[in-house]
C-alpha cells in the first residue's frame, strides 16, 4: 500500500481533531478531539515503521527488526494518553464541581 | 484491487466519516461513540498492517478503557444535546477555514516529499508481533518502560490531589 | 594603584556610609572621605612617578576583559575634577538637612567611584560598568531627594540615558569581535581596521550613547527637568562631572576608534551642536527658573565642546580638554549660588527675587563673578577653553565660528539678566529679609573664584597637563 | 627703565584690590586716596616711560606665557612704544585728575559703596592699561572686554534703579557685538598667521602671507569691535544711555579713554588699514555719517550729560574719519585734545550737577556764571576749543583731520565742517542755557547752588590749561615747518602705512582760506546760539516735526527694539514653548506614549479564550510553513527594507 | 542517570511520608533533605559515580551540560522550597503530594537534560507536563486556579498532539528517532535531498518547543496560567521548568542550527523578534505584578531563544548563566511577592520603609532581571547576545532586543518606584529572620555573580 495513502489518510485525521478541538467548546469533546489527533498520529507511525521495516527487510532479510521503534513508539504514546485522560479528566471533573459546566468559553475569568 | 487495498479504502472511508460524526454530532455520548467507531477502523488500519499487538491494545486501551471513563464523566454529568453549548458559527468557520489551511500545508508539503515516492508499508513482516515487541522492549526499552512507570505515578498521585474533596 | 584606590576608596567609604544613621557623622565622614580622595588624586597625579597610573589584572578571563585602569592626561584632569567637585559639592551644602542621610552620602560617594571608575577604565566592558554604576545611584539620589515631579522627570532621564548606553553595548560587543585577540583592551580596539560600512553603523551606536549623556542638541530633553528635579547637590554632580562623561567618552572612545566615521560625519554632528549652541542660548533668554537657565546655558556650552571634539583640530581638542575642568568649576559654583538661594528663600525665580545685592551683598560680588565666568569674560578660566576652541573650530569653517559666536553674546544677554533680576533693583517681598551667605558657603565658593581666576591668568599647566592625550588621539590615527 | 612698565598696570591693580577688600574697614578719606595714590603712581611711572621713549625708542617686555597651545603661542607681554606711552599719559594723567574730582563728587555715598566705586575705577584704569600695553591682540582683548566689564559695573553703579542697570546690559552687550568681531578677526590673523603679536603680524613677510580678501576682511572685522567700543553707528545707542553712571564716570570712561579705544586699535594695527583701501572708505565713511548724525541728535537734547554723550559719539566719528583718511596722527592728536575738553566739560558739567543737586535738565538751569565762576570759566574755555576755535586744542586737531579728509575727498570736508557748525551750536546753546541768562530752577535749589570744592575745580583747572595750549603739539605745517612736534614723535609708528599711503600737500592758500572760511562760520554759529537761547524760557509747549525726531534721536532705538529685540525674544518664546515642549520633548515622550498604546491594543490578543489562543497557534504554524518554505523571497523583501 | 533514579524516588518518598507524618513542616524538611542529597548524588554523577549502573542503549546521553544544568536546577529547587516552603505548606491539604510533584517534574527535568532521542524528550515533556497541571489547580476552590489547570491541560495536550505528529514525520522521512544523525541535513539546508516530511516534522517539534518555553506566538497559555495557579508554584513552573523547556530546545536544535541554513534563522528571527515585542509591550501597562512578571517571562524568554540564534558554545554556556540568573531572580521576587497582601503594583508601595530587607533584595532582583551591570542579569543578557554577534547574526536583531530591553526597564523600575519613591504602608505576612538572611544572601550571590560570572562559568569546565 503506497505510503502517500497513510499520510493523506492520517493527516486528514489529526487535521480533524484540530478542526475538532478549534469547534467545539465542550471540554470532553475538546479533548476526545486531541485523543483523535493522537490516535491518527499511532496509525502514521504504524505504517512509517512497516516503511522503514520493508527497507529493511531488503537489506537483511527476513530477521531485520527495522522499524520497531515506530510501534514502541505507538505503545509509549498510548501509555502517556492513558495517563493524560486520567488527569484531565480530574480536573475536568474539578472545574465542573466548582462551575457546573464544561464550557471553555467561560474559562475566561484570566485575560489580558 | 486486491483486499486490502478495498479493506484499505472501507476503513479509510469509516474512520473518517466516523470523525467527522465526533465533530458534528450534537449529543456528547454520540460523539464518544463515534469516536469509539474511529478507533475500530484504526485497530482495522493495524490489522492490515500487521501489528496485531497494537491493533489489541489500541481497541483495550482506548475503545476499552479510556473511551469508556469519557462516557462515564459525559453519564456523571448528565451532558447532553441540549445542555451541550454551540461556537459562534463564524468561530466555526475560522476553525474549519484555518484546520483545512494546516491540511493543506502538509499534503502540498508530502506531494513534494519526493523520496516518498514509490515506497510501500507493506503488510508483511512480523515485527508487529507480542514476542518481537517484547523483546526490544524489554531489552533496549526498558529505560523508557520503567520511566513512563514515574508517569503513572505522578498521574496517580495527580488523580488523587484533584480528586479529593 | 593610584586609580584603583580612586576606585576603591568612595566604593568603600560610600558602603560603610550607608550605615550611619546620625545626620552629622555621615555628613563629617562622607567629607572627610571626599577630602582623602582628592589627595590621593593629587599626590598621585603630581608628586608620585607616573608607573602609579597604571593598573591591570585579570578579570573576566573566560571573556577575555581585565580590569585594566589607564591614567592619562585626560584622565587626570577629570579624576581631578571629580575629586576636587565633591567636597565642594559637601561643603557648600553641608547646613542642607536630608532625611536618612547615611543613603543619600553613600549614593554620592558610590557615584563618585563610578564617576572615577569611567575615567580611568581602559578596557570597554570595564568602561560601560563604570558607565551605568555612575548612573544608578544618580537616579535613586534624584527620585529619592529631588522635587515633586522627580519621578517621572528622573525616570525618563535614566531610561533615556540606559537606551544609550545599551547601543554602546551592541557596538562594543561587535568591536571585540572583531579584535583579532579576542579582548575589550582600549589598545586593541584603537588598533582595529574597520569595514567603513560596518564603522558608520557602530559609529552611530557609540556616538548617540555620548550624545545622550553630554547631551546634545535633539537628545538634550531630559536634562532641564533633571536638574531641575533633582537636589542641587546632585545637581551639581550631574552637571559639573557627570556630562563631561559624555565628551569624554567621544574623545577617547569614539574619534580613536572610528577616524573615518568622525571625519566623514564631523559636519553633520558639528551643525548639531553649533544650532544647539544658538538654540538652548535663545531658550536661556526665556528662563525664569535659576536652575533651568544654568541647565540651558550648560547645554550651549556643552555644544561648543562637542563641536570642537569632531572638528579635530589640536587647538581646539585642547581647549576642550581644559574646558572641561573649567565648565565643571564655574557650572558648580553657579548651582551653589543657586541652591543657597533656594534654601533661604525658597525661591529659584527671577520674578519673586531682586536687590538681594543690598542684602548680600558678599554673595553678589561672588556670583557676579562666577556669572562673568560663565560668559567666558578674559582673566577667567572659561575664556581660555572658548578662546582655544572658537580657534579650532574657526580653522574648520569661519561660519560655524561666527554663528557659535553669536550664542556666546546670547550668553551675556541671559547670564546678565540673571544677575540683574536676582541682585539689582530693589528688594521685593521674598528677599526682604535675606540675610548674608553663611561661613563655608562663602568660602568654598571663595575658592572656586579664586580657581576660576588663577586659571584665567596662567592656564598653561592645566594645558600642558592634557597634552600626551590630545597627541595621541590626533595623531597616532 | 622700561622693565618698570610692569608697574604701571600693577599700581590700579592693588589699588582696585585694597580697596575692594577694605572698602568696609577703610574710611573715605583712606579709600580716596589709596585710590587716587595708585593712579598717581603709574602716572609718574608713565611719565618716566614715556621719556625713556622719547630718548629711546619703543620696547617689549614678556611677563609669561600667557597661552602656549599647539599652533600659537601667545605671550603675556607689554609693548611701550609712542602711541602706547602717549595713551598711557593721557589715561593716567586725566584717570587721575578724575580720582581726585570723585573723591568730592562721590563724597555722599555711604563709605562701603564709596570703595566698591574707587575699586571699579582702578579696574577700569587696569583694564585700559592692559588694553594699551598688550603686545599682542589677545592681551588688548582682555583689557578690550575689561574696560567693557568696569563700565558694566560703573553705569550700574545705583543699581538699585533698574533703568540704570539696563543701560550697564545694554552697553554690555552692545560691546559683546563688537568684541565678536574682533574676536573674529583674531581668530583669522592665528589662523593664517599663528600669532598675534604686532611685532610680528606687521612684519613684512608675515604681511605678505595674507592676501588682500584676509586683511580686508580682518580689518573690517576689527572695525566691528571698534564700532562696539567707541560707539560708532550702528552700534553707538548704548553710549548716551551710558550716562546713567555717575558724571566723573562718564568723563573718563565714555569720554576720554575707554571710548577711544577703538582709534587706540585701528592706529595701531595702522599698516593693516592702509592696505585695505576698501576697509579705510567704510571707516571714513560711518565715522562720517556717525559724526554728523550725533551732532543732528545733540541739537534738540535737554539732558545736558546726554547733550556731552552725543557730542562724544560725534567726535568719535571725527576721529574715525580722520583714521579712514588715514590721517592716523590727527585721529590720536584729536584723541588727545578730546579727552582734554571733553573729560573738563564732563566734570563741569558734574560741578554742576553736583551743586545742583542732581539736577540734569538744561532748561531748569541758567544764570548759574556767578554762582560758580571756575566752572563756568573752564566751561567756556572747553566750549571753545570744542568748538575749534584758534588757538584752542580743538581748532588743530580738528582741523589737522578736516584737512587730510579734503585732500581725500571735498566732500568729506564739507560734510565735516557742515559737523563742526553743529557741534559749535549744540554746545553754545548747552553753555547758554547753562550758565547765561538768569536762574530758572527751584529756589531751595538756587540757595543751595555753590563752587565746588577743590577736588573739583583743581581738575577744572588743570584741564582747562591743557585743553587751551594742548593743541600747540600739533601746530599745522603751514604755519610753521617741523612744529607739528607730535607727528614726529608718532612718526615711527606709522611710518609704514606713510611710506604706502600716497602725500598730496595742499597749497597753503588753499588751506589758509579753508581755516579761515570754517573759523569765521564757526564764530558765526556762535554768536546766533548765544543770542537764540539767551533769553530762553521753559516752554510746555511739544516741539514738532523736525525737531520732535531729533529730541527722540530719529528713534533708533525703538527702530532696534523692532527690528531686532522683540523678533529675537518672540522667536526665543516660539522655541521654549513650541518646539522645545511639543517638538522634541514631545517626540520623546510620543515614543512612551506609543509603548503604551501597543501594550493597551496588544492585552486584547490575550483575550482569555483557549479556542483563540488555540486558533493563533494553528494560525501560525501555517504561516511558519509558509515563511520557510518562502524564505528567499522574505529575505529579499527584507534586504529591499533594511 | 542518578538524578532521573533518585528523584523518582523521593517522590515515591514523598508520597508515602504524606501518609506517615501529619505535621507539614516535617515534608518541607524531608525535602529539603532529600534535594541536598539529589544534588549530591548528581554531582557524584558527573564524576562517573553511579547508584546504579544503568545501560540506557544510547536513549540517554549524560553529558557535562545537562550534568550541569541538572546541578543549576536542584540548587534552585533548593532556594525555592527554602525561601517559600512556608507557602507551599499553606497551599491545601495534600502538600506531602505536592512535594511528591515537584520531585516527579525535577524528575522529568533531569530527562529533558540527557535525553538522547525523541522519544525520551516526549516521555521527559510529558513527565514534567502532567504534575504541572496538577499543582496549577492544586488550589482547588480557587476558580482561577480550576480554569488556568484547564486551560493549561488543554492546551497542552493539543501541543503534544503537535510535537507527536512532528515526531512522527521526522520519523518518517529519516527512520529514526535519534538526533543529529541525518547527514543530508547537516549537509547544508535546504538541498534536494533534504526530505520534506522531516523539514515539516521539524518545524511541528519547534513549535511545539516554543509552546512549551512560552514563545510567541504560542505563548497565550503562560500569562493566564501564571496568573491562575498558587503564587508559590508559579515561581516553580515560570523558573525551573521554563528553564529546564530551554534546555531541552537547545539540547534538541543546537546540531540542526547550522545545517538548517538560512530559512531557520528567519524563522527563529520572527519568533524571537515577536515574543521580545509582546511579552515587553504587554507587561508595560499590567496592574498586578504576578501577571507582569507572567509576561516579563515571555520577554526573558525572546532572549533566551539568542541561544538558539547564536547556537554556538557561546550560547550554550549562556543559557547555562541565564537559567540560573532568570531562575534565582525570580524566585527570589516570587518569594516576596507570594508574601504580599495584594498583588498590584499599589501593593508594593512604601515597602523599602516597613521592609527595608525585602525592599532591598527584591530590587536587586529586578535589576538583575532587567539586565543592569553588576548583577547576573547583566551576564546572561551579556553572553545571549554576544552568541549572536559572534555568530555573525545581524546587528538588527541584536538592537532590536536591547532596546525591548530597554522597555523591560520600564516595567521592572515601576516595583522598585513604588517600594522606594511612593508613600504607602505595604506589609507582608510572616518575614521570619531566616527567610531575610535567606534572602540577602540570594542577592548577594546575584551580585557576585554579576561580578564574576566565572564563579558559575567556572563548574562548566571542570
Same mark, same amino acid.
Given at each position: ?112 | ?165 | ?103 543619600? $552620602? ?67 560587543? $561587535? ?120 541647565? $540651558? ?181 | ?167 550697564? !546690559? ?149 576721529? =574715525? ?41 538744561? !532748561? ?63 554746545? =553754545? ?10 536762574? !530758572? ?121 523692532? +527690528? ?67 524564505? +528567499? ?10 | ?462
Amino acid at each position: 500500500m503506497p505510503i502517500q495513502y497513510y499520510i493523506y489518510l492520517c493527516l486528514t485525521l489529526f487535521s480533524i481533531g484540530i478542526i475538532g478541538v478549534l469547534t467545539r467548546r465542550n471540554a470532553i469533546i475538546v479533548f476526545m478531539c486531541v485523543e483523535l489527533m493522537l490516535n491518527a498520529v499511532n496509525l502514521l507511525l504504524v505504517a512509517f515503521s512497516k516503511m522503514h521495516h520493508s527497507v529493511g527487510l531488503g537489506a537483511e532479510g527476513a530477521t531485520s527488526q527495522a522499524g520497531i521503534d515506530g510501534q514502541l513508539f505507538v505503545f509509549f504514546i498510548m501509555v502517556v494518553a492513558a495517563a493524560e485522560v486520567s488527569v484531565g479528566l480530574a480536573i475536568i471533573v474539578m472545574m465542573y464541581r466548582n462551575t457546573h459546566s464544561v464550557d471553555i468559553n467561560f474559562l475566561n475569568r484570566l485575560k489580558n | 484491487m486486491s483486499t486490502t487495498e478495498i479493506l484499505f479504502f472501507l476503513l479509510s472511508a469509516l474512520a473518517v466519516f466516523s470523525a467527522i460524526m465526533v465533530l458534528v454530532s450534537k449529543n456528547p455520548v454520540h460523539s464518544v461513540l463515534w469516536l469509539i467507531a474511529v478507533f475500530f477502523a484504526i485497530s482495522g488500519h493495524y490489522i492490515l498492517l500487521n501489528a496485531q499487538f497494537l491493533a489489541i491494545v489500541n481497541l483495550i486501551v482506548y475503545a476499552g478503557a479510556i473511551m469508556v471513563l469519557f462516557l462515564f464523566v459525559i453519564m456523571l454529568m448528565n451532558l447532553n444535546a441540549e445542555t451541550e453549548p454551540q461556537k459562534h458559527i463564524w468561530m466555526k468557520f475560522a476553525g474549519a477555514i484555518s484546520g483545512g489551511c494546516f491540511l493543506l500545508m502538509l499534503v502540498s508539503l508530502t506531494r513534494q516529499a519526493v523520496e516518498m515516492g514509490g515506497r510501500n508499508a507493506i503488510s508483511g513482516g512480523n515485527i508487529g508481533l507480542i514476542k518481537n515487541l517484547g523483546k526490544a522492549l524489554f531489552s533496549d526499552y526498558v529505560v523508557p518502560f520503567e520511566i513512563t512507570s514515574v508517569l503513572f505515578l505522578s498521574a496517580m498521585v495527580g488523580a488523587v490531589v484533584i480528586g479529593k474533596k | 594603584m593610584i586609580p584603583v584606590s580612586l576606585i576603591l576608596i568612595p566604593l568603600i567609604t560610600g558602603l560603610v556610609t550607608f550605615f550611619l544613621k546620625e545626620a552629622k557623622t555621615a555628613k563629617a565622614w562622607s567629607l572627610f572621605a571626599s577630602l582623602v580622595i582628592l589627595a590621593v588624586t593629587v599626590t598621585g597625579i603630581f608628586f608620585l612617578p607616573a608607573t602609579n597610573l597604571f593598573y591591570d589584572t585579570p578579570w573576566l578571563s573566560e571573556i577575555g576583559s581585565r580590569f585594566s585602569l589607564v591614567t592619562d592626561g585626560m584622565g587626570k584632569m577629570l579624576c581631578l575634577l571629580t575629586a576636587v567637585s565633591f567636597p565642594v559639592i559637601f561643603i557648600a551644602t553641608y547646613k542642607n538637612d536630608y532625611k536618612n542621610p547615611g543613603s543619600f $552620602y553613600g549614593l554620592m560617594l558610590l557615584a563618585q567611584a563610578g564617576l572615577m571608575g569611567v575615567f580611568v577604565a581602559s578596557d570597554a566592558l570595564l568602561f560601560y560598568f563604570f558607565w551605568e554604576l555612575a548612573l544608578i545611584p544618580v537616579y535613586f539620589l534624584c527620585s529619592l531627594w529631588g522635587g515633586e515631579r522627580r519621578i517621572a522627570v528622573t525616570f525618563k532621564f535614566f531610561i533615556y540615558t540606559f537606551i544609550g548606553s545599551l547601543l554602546m553595548l551592541v557596538g562594543i560587543l $561587535y568591536l571585540y569581535y572583531q579584535t583579532p585577540d579576542h579582548s575589550f583592551a582600549l589598545q586593541s580596539f584603537y588598533n582595529l581596521k574597520l569595514s567603513i560600512g560596518s564603522e558608520r553603523f557602530i559609529f552611530w551606536l557609540f556616538f548617540i550613547a555620548f550624545a545622550i549623556k553630554m547631551p546634545v542638541f535633539p537628545f538634550h530633553t531630559w536634562q532641564p527637568d533633571a536638574y531641575e528635579q533633582s537636589p542641587t547637590s546632585v545637581t551639581m554632580v550631574m552637571s559639573g562631572v557627570m556630562v563631561k562623561m559624555g565628551i569624554f567618552a567621544a574623545i577617547r572612545w569614539l574619534l580613536p576608534i572610528f577616524p573615518n566615521a568622525s571625519m566623514q560625519f564631523a559636519n553633520i554632528i558639528i551643525i548639531l551642536s553649533v544650532t544647539g549652541m544658538l538654540y538652548a542660548s535663545l531658550i536661556a533668554i526665556r528662563q525664569d527658573d535659576i536652575k533651568r537657565l544654568v541647565a $540651558y546655558s550648560s547645554i550651549a556650552h556643552i555644544g561648543l565642546m562637542c563641536a570642537a571634539i569632531f572638528t579635530h583640530n589640536k587647538t581646539g581638542m585642547e581647549g576642550v580638554m581644559i574646558q572641561m575642568f573649567n565648565h565643571g568649576v564655574n557650572v558648580i559654583g553657579l548651582w551653589i549660588v543657586a541652591d543657597v538661594i533656594e534654601q533661604q528663600l525658597g525661591t529659584r525665580k527671577f520674578s519673586e527675587l531682586g536687590g538681594l545685592a543690598q542684602k548680600a551683598p558678599t554673595l553678589a560680588i561672588l556670583l557676579v563673578v562666577m556669572a562673568f565666568a560663565n560668559i567666558a569674560l578674559p582673566l577667567t578660566n572659561a575664556f581660555i577653553g572658548e578662546f582655544l576652541m572658537f580657534n579650532g573650530l574657526f580653522s574648520y569653517n569661519i561660519w560655524m565660528a561666527a554663528a557659535a559666536g553669536v550664542s556666546v553674546i546670547l550668553a551675556a544677554v541671559y547670564t546678565l539678566n540673571m544677575v540683574q533680576k536676582v541682585l539689582y533693583g530693589n528688594t521685593v517681598a521674598t528677599t526682604e529679609n535675606a540675610t548674608e551667605i553663611s561661613g563655608n558657603v562663602k568660602w568654598i565658593l571663595v575658592v572656586l573664584v579664586i580657581i576660576v581666576i588663577a586659571l584665567g591668568v596662567y592656564p598653561q599647566p592645566m594645558i600642558n597637563l592634557t597634552n600626551d592625550t590630545v597627541n595621541a588621539i590626533l595623531y597616532n590615527h | 627703565m622700561s622693565k618698570l612698565v610692569f608697574l604701571v598696570p600693577l599700581f590700579p591693580l592693588l589699588g582696585f584690590l585694597v580697596n575692594g577688600l577694605g572698602r568696609k574697614s577703610m574710611s573715605k578719606t583712606m579709600i580716596s586716596v589709596v585710590g587716587s595714590g595708585a593712579i598717581l603712581a603709574s602716572f609718574v611711572v608713565s611719565l618716566v616711560l614715556f621719556f625713556d621713549v622719547k630718548a629711546n625708542g619703543g620696547s617689549v617686555t614678556t611677563l609669561f606665557n600667557f597661552i602656549e597651545a599647539n599652533s600659537f603661542k601667545i605671550p603675556f607681554a607689554f609693548q611701550v612704544d609712542q602711541l602706547s606711552s602717549l595713551f598711557l599719559l593721557i589715561i593716567t594723567g586725566i584717570g587721575f585728575l578724575i580720582h581726585l574730582y570723585s573723591s568730592a563728587y562721590m563724597h555722599e555715598e555711604e563709605p562701603q559703596h564709596f570703595g566698591r566705586y574707587f575699586s571699579y575705577l582702578n579696574l577700569f584704569v587696569f583694564s585700559m592699561l592692559l588694553l594699551v600695553l598688550g603686545a599682542n591682540y589677545v592681551i588688548m582683548f582682555i583689557g578690550w572686554e575689561g574696560v567693557g566689564l568696569c563700565s558694566y559695573l560703573l553705569i550700574g553703579f545705583w543699581f538699585k534703579n533698574n533703568n540704570y542697570n539696563y543701560a550697564a !546690559r545694554k552697553a554690555f552687550v552692545m560691546n559683546r557685538i563688537g568684541d565678536l568681531g574682533f574676536l573674529l578677526a583674531v581668530f583669522w590673523l592665528l589662523f593664517k598667521l599663528g600669532t598675534a603679536t604686532y611685532g610680528d603680524v606687521f612684519a613684512a613677510d608675515n604681511l605678505s602671507k595674507l592676501s588682500s580678501f584676509d586683511i580686508t576682511a580682518i580689518t573690517l572685522l576689527l572695525f566691528v569691535g571698534a564700532m562696539g567700543k567707541s560707539a560708532q553707528i550702528p552700534l553707538y545707542t548704548w553710549l548716551p544711555d551710558a550716562m546713567a553712571g555717575p558724571t566723573p564716570v562718564s568723563a573718563l570712561i565714555h569720554a576720554a579713554t575707554m571710548v577711544t579705544a577703538g582709534i587706540y586699535m585701528i592706529a595701531r594695527s595702522n599698516i593693516l588699514y592702509t592696505m585695505a583701501p576698501a576697509t579705510q572708505t567704510v571707516v571714513a565713511v560711518i565715522g562720517l555719517a556717525t559724526a554728523i548724525f550725533a551732532a543732528t541728535i545733540a541739537l534738540k537734547q535737554n539732558d545736558i550729560k546726554k547733550v556731552l554723550a552725543y557730542s562724544t559719539v560725534s567726535q568719535l566719528g571725527y576721529m =574715525f574719519l580722520g583714521l579712514g583718511v588715514g590721517a592716523y596722527t590727527g585721529a590720536v592728536f584729536h584723541v588727545m585734545t578730546h579727552a582734554f575738553f571733553k573729560a573738563l566739560l564732563f566734570l563741569g558739567a558734574g560741578s554742576v550737577i553736583h551743586a545742583m543737586h542732581h539736577e540734569q535738565d538744561i !532748561r531748569k538751569m541758567g544764570g548759574l556764571k556767578k554762582y560758580m565762576p571756575i566752572t563756568h570759566l573752564t566751561f567756556l574755555l572747553a566750549c571753545l576749543a570744542i568748538a575749534g576755535i584758534p588757538p584752542f586744542s580743538g581748532f588743530f586737531s580738528k582741523d589737522e583731520i578736516l584737512t587730510a579728509s579734503y585732500s581725500a575727498n571735498p566732500l568729506y570736508y564739507y560734510i565735516g565742517v557742515a559737523g563742526a557748525l553743529m557741534t559749535a551750536f549744540y554746545m =553754545f546753546r548747552l553753555y547758554t542755557l547753562t550758565f547765561l541768562g538768569k536762574f !530758572r530752577g527751584t529756589h531751595e535749589q538756587e540757595h543751595h547752588v555753590h563752587e565746588s570744592p577743590w577736588q573739583m575745580t583743581f581738575p577744572l583747572i588743570i584741564l582747562a590749561i591743557l585743553s587751551v595750549i594742548g593743541g600747540l603739539v600739533g601746530i599745522p605745517e603751514v604755519f610753521a615747518e617741523n612744529a607739528h612736534s607730535l607727528e614726529h614723535f608718532l612718526a615711527p609708528i606709522f611710518a609704514e602705512s606713510a611710506k604706502i599711503a600716497e602725500h598730496h600737500h595742499l597749497e597753503k592758500s588753499q588751506e589758509y582760506l579753508m581755516m579761515g572760511g570754517s573759523t569765521a562760520a564757526i564764530i558765526i554759529v556762535i554768536i546766533f546760539a548765544v543770542n537764540s537761547y539767551k533769553k530762553y524760557q521753559a516752554t510746555e509747549e511739544e516741539n514738532a516735526g523736525v525737531s520732535k525726531v531729533l529730541e527722540n534721536k530719529w528713534y533708533v532705538d525703538e527702530l532696534y527694539d523692532a +527690528v531686532i529685540v522683540n523678533p529675537l525674544n518672540a522667536l526665543a518664546g516660539f522655541f521654549k514653548n513650541i518646539i522645545e515642549k511639543s517638538g522634541i520633548d514631545g517626540l520623546v515622550n510620543g515614543v512612551g506614549r506609543l509603548v503604551g498604546y501597543g501594550s493597551r491594543q496588544l492585552r486584547l490578543l490575550q483575550s482569555g479564550q483557549v479556542g483563540n489562543y488555540i486558533l493563533i497557534m494553528v494560525l501560525a504554524m501555517v504561516v511558519f510553513f509558509l515563511i520557510w518554505f518562502n524564505d +528567499v523571497s522574505i529575505v529579499q523583501f527584507f534586504n529591499k527594507i533594511f | 542517570m542518578n538524578a532521573i533514579i533518585v528523584s523518582a524516588l523521593l517522590g515515591v518518598v514523598m508520597m508515602f511520608s504524606g501518609i506517615m507524618f501529619k505535621n507539614k513542616t516535617t515534608y518541607t524538611a524531608i525535602a529539603v533533605a532529600g534535594l541536598l542529597f539529589l544534588l549530591v548524588a548528581n554531582l557524584l554523577n558527573s564524576y562517573g559515580i553511579y547508584v546504579i549502573h544503568v545501560d540506557t542503549h544510547f536513549l540517554l546521553n549524560f553529558e557535562q551540560f545537562g550534568m550541569f544544568f541538572n546541578s543549576i536546577a536542584i540548587a534552585a529547587t533548593l532556594i525555592y522550597v527554602l525561601l517559600s516552603g512556608k507557602a507551599i505548606e499553606k497551599m491545601g491539604v495534600s502538600v506531602a503530594d505536592h512535594y511528591a510533584l515537584i520531585f516527579f517534574v525535577l524528575c522529568g527535568v533531569s530527562i529533558l537534560s540527557s535525553f538522547n532521542g525523541l522519544l525520551m524528550l516526549f516521555l521527559g515533556i510529558e513527565i514534567m507536563s502532567i504534575p504541572l497541571y496538577i499543582l496549577t489547580g492544586a488550589d482547588k476552590r480557587n476558580l482561577k486556579s480550576n480554569e488556568a489547570s484547564l486551560k493549561y491541560f488543554l492546551m497542552g495536550a493539543f501541543s503534544t498532539g503537535i510535537m507527536l505528529m512532528g515526531i512522527t514525520l521526522i520519523y518518517g522521512g529519516t527512520g529514526s528517532f535519534t538526533l543529529g544523525i541525518d547527514k543530508s541535513l547537516s549537509a547544508g539546508g535546504l538541498i534536494p535531498r533534504t526530505s520534506f516530511l522531516e523539514i515539516a516534522g521539524l518545524i511541528l517539534l519547534f513549535v511545539s518547543m516554543c509552546f512549551k518555553v512560552s514563545a510567541a506566538p504560542f505563548h497565550f497559555w503562560t500569562p493566564d496560567v501564571y496568573d491562575g495557579a498558587p503564587g508559590v508554584f508559579t515561581s516553580f513552573m515560570a523558573t525551573i521548568v521554563k528553564a529546564a523547556g530551554f534546555i531541552a530546545f537547545v539540547r534538541l536544535f543546537d546540531q540542526h542550527t547550522a545545517a538548517l541554513g538560512p530559512s531557520w534563522r528567519l524563522l527563529l528571527g520572527f519568533v524571537i523578534v515577536a515574543t521580545l515585542l509582546i511579552g515587553n509591550i504587554t507587561a508595560v501597562f499590567q496592574q498586578s505584578v504576578k501577571r507582569m512578571l507572567a509576561y516579563s517571562s515571555i520577554a526573558q524568554a525572546g532572549f533566551m531563544l539568542f541561544a538558539l540564534y547564536g547556537a554556538n558554545d557561546m550560547a550554550k554556556e549562556g543559557i547555562l548563566l541565564y537559567a540560573s540568573a532568570y531562575c534565582l531572580a525570580t524566585i527570589g521576587i516570587f518569594s516576596v511577592l507570594i508574601k504580599m497582601k495584594d498583588y498590584t503594583f499599589d501593593g508594593f508601595n512604601g515597602l523599602a520603609k516597613t521592609q527595608p530587607v525585602l525592599a532591598l533584595a527584591t530590587t536587586i532582583c529586578l535589576l538583575s532581571l532587567a539586565g543592569i551591570p553588576l548583577t547576573a542579569g547583566f551576564f546572561a543578557k551579556y553572553y545571549m547576545l554576544a552568541s549572536v554577534v559572534k555568530a555573525g547574526g545581524s546587528l538588527g536583531i541584536v538592537v532590536i532586543a536591547v532596546l525591548f530591553a530597554a522597555v523591560s526597564v520600564y516595567y521592572y523600575f515601576r516595583v522598585i518606584q513604588a517600594m522606594y519613591f511612593k508613600d504607602g504602608d505595604a506589609e507582608a505576612s510572616d518575614v521570619t529572620t531566616g527567610y531575610k538572611v535567606g534572602l540577602l544572601l540570594l542577592s548577594a550571590f546575584i551580585i557576585l555573580t554579576g561580578l564574576f560570572p566565572s564563579i558559575i562559568l567556572g563548574w562548566f569546565y571542570f
